[in-house]
T-cell receptor
Framework: DADVTQTPRNRITKTGKRIMLECSQTKGHDRMYWYRQDPGLGLQLIYYSFDVKDINKGEISDGYSVSRQAQAKFSLSLESAIPNQTALYFC????????????FGPGTRLTVL | AQSVTQLGSHVSVSEGALVLLRCNYS??????LFWYVQYPNQGLQLLLK??????LVKGINGFEAEFKKSETSFHLTKPSAHMSDAAEYFC??????????????FGSGTRLSIRP
């Protein structure tokens, strides 16, 4: 079983809809991250969380919100999706005891029409 | 502040040829440096990393990279390309050795194609 899972893997939605992307991990890591990947731009950090009560904005947080429901779960929400949020979204985890390796989920491909 | 630049968004080599993917970084503190690989329809997987110590680091699948402080570079190489190496490769930098709260900054990626 994968250590970092993301659901859904693919989602097509319409402009203005609320969307939630979920990430779960079984690695026992305290730190979790949400990235967005666009062609030619690499990965951009949306939000990150160092523990359940510590959530921080990344480079491109506008239009997104997050919830850290438990140490193992970190959800990303688009309150009102717009077409330029069409992208590949990755969740990642890292342990504060081993702060030089991030582990990535398989990604969620989101299309906003 | 830190940044990373990958030179060449697409590199194509013949099977059996040398692979060289270029990465330059900027960091005001001693950097931690990473190469990640992304195979089609998959997440990113750590290929290798430099934190401290030996400047030549070896990773999985025969890849290696050398940290050159004077050139602010961390180029990725493999002596002989294999068809299975076709993927996108990301260089990344962080200040995790300076602050455990540092974020990892990714480059824009280089797509490696292998010609038969």
């Amino acid at each position: 079983d994968a250590d970092v899972t993301q659901t859904p893997r693919n989602r097509i939605t319409k402009t203005g809809k609320r969307i939630m992307l979920e990430c779960s991990q079984t690695k026992g890591h305290d730190r979790m991250y949400w990235y967005r990947q666009d062609p030619g731009l690499g990965l951009q950090l949306i939000y990150y969380s160092f523990d359940v009560k510590d959530i921080n904005k990344g480079e491109i947080s506008d239009g997104y919100s997050v919830s850290r429901q438990a140490q193992a779960k970190f959800s990303l929400s688009l309150e009102s999706a717009i077409p330029n949020q069409t992208a590949l979204y990755f969740c990642a985890t890292m342990s504060s005891r081993d702060t030089d390796t991030q582990y990535f989920g398989p990604g969620t491909r989101l299309t906003v029409l | 502040a830190q940044s990373v630049t990958q030179l060449g968004s697409h590199v194509s080599v013949s099977e059996g040829a040398l692979v060289l993917l270029r990465c330059n970084y900027s960091s005001s503190v001693p950097p931690y440096l990473f190469w990640y690989v992304q195979y089609p329809n998959q997440g990113l997987q750590l290929l290798l990393k430099y934190t401290t110590g030996a400047t030549l680091v070896k990773g999985i699948n025969g890849f290696e990279a050398e940290f050159k402080k004077s050139e602010t570079s961390f180029h990725l190489t493999k002596p002989s390309a294999h068809m299975s190496d076709a993927a996108e490769y990301f260089c990344a930098v962080s200040a995790l050795g300076y602050s455990s709260a540092s974020k990892i900054i990714f480059g824009s990626g280089t797509r490696l194609s292998i010609r038969p």
